[in-house]
T-cell receptor
């Protein structure tokens, strides 16, 4: 699996957009970018994923650079409940169970 | 509510006890996973089951014994654990097909304390 690099921590004011970067310079052509988050003492929660096009769902937007070597997760209007550790993972889906490997992630703190 | 239910949510056991963690998924998925999360450490993948067959054992000590009787249920049997095995144990499931993206759905976890 391609290695990802994320800042260990970030702060954001409530109501503002939170932009979480991820570097994955060794990503392969068939690898997707996945984002998960983990609120304290809960199981991780899937947020969004993408291959090369930008993606948006009800939780967030995912912006992937044209060379696919980095991406940004955007929470458009952060709330206090978005305080969590955010994980960026790259993985090639294949027929069979996925071995998703989680790194240290980014600890995002939303401040009132 | 993610559709993945883990019981018990909290477990305290002695080093000589035998206990089991249970996971049930109501999503119709065909793959299930056990992860371990120790304090201040990333999630560690322990076991992966695909169509009830174990496809991954990430060098887990034999005192942890998984069991997958069907695609909806996954157990982790615990025997003669050590205090350093105290952690949050997370179960997850996913749907693995040629066209699916296979995102994982996690349970809330079972917090284990070994005395």
């Amino acid at each position: 699996d391609a290695k990802t690099t994320q800042p260990p921590s970030m702060d954001c004011a409530e109501g503002r957009a939170a932009n979480l970067p991820c570097n994955h310079s060794t990503i392969s052509g068939n690898e997707y970018v996945y984002w998960y988050r983990q609120i304290h003492s809960q199981g991780p929660q899937y947020i969004i994923h993408g291959l090369k096009n930008n993606e948006t769902n009800e939780m967030a937007s995912l912006i992937i650079t044209e060379d696919r070597k980095s991406s940004t997760l955007i929470l458009p209007h952060a709330t206090l409940r978005d305080t969590a550790v955010y994980y960026c993972i790259v993985r090639a889906p294949y027929q069979g169970a996925q071995k998703l490997v989680f790194g240290q992630g980014t600890r995002l703190t939303i401040n009132p | 509510e993610t559709g993945v239910t883990q019981t018990p949510r909290h477990l305290v056991m002695g080093m000589t006890n035998k206990k089991s963690l249970k996971c049930e998924q109501h999503l119709g998925h065909n793959a299930m996973y056990w992860y371990k999360q120790s304090a201040k450490k990333p999630l560690e993948l322990m076991f992966v089951y695909n169509f009830k067959e174990q496809t991954e054992n990430n060098s887990v000590p034999s005192r942890f014994s998984p069991e997958c009787p069907n695609s909806s249920h996954l157990f982790l049997h615990l025997h003669t654990l050590q205090p350093e095995d105290s952690a949050l144990y997370l179960c997850a499931s996913s749907q693995q097909t040629r066209t699916s993206s296979g995102e994982l759905f996690f349970g809330e976890g079972s917090r284990l304390t070994v005395l």
